[in-house]
């Protein structure tokens, strides 16, 4: 991955995003020289667990106020 900073941050939220699947199909997991592939893996699906965690929790809410509000 041979990009600036905004490019790298575009992929992490490409990843997080793609946790929920509603919004983005995951991303192919890039060839970065020096890390242990296995290593980028675990990382790769974290992010997508966190971002469906946080996606989740956010449509709680969301609904929550709508609810509240009626």
Do not use: Q
């Not at 995003?17 to 990382?43: C, N, V, Y």
């Amino acid at each position: 991955m041979d990009g600036d900073l905004t490019d790298i941050l575009g992929y992490s939220v490409t990843v997080f995003l793609s946790g929920t699947k509603f919004f983005i199909d995951p991303p192919p997991l890039p060839k970065i020289e020096g890390r242990s592939r296995s290593w980028m893996k675990k990382a790769f699906i974290l992010e997508r667990v966190l971002g469906a965690l946080f996606s989740v929790l956010f449509f709680i809410a969301i609904s929550g106020t709508i609810v509240r509000a009626s």
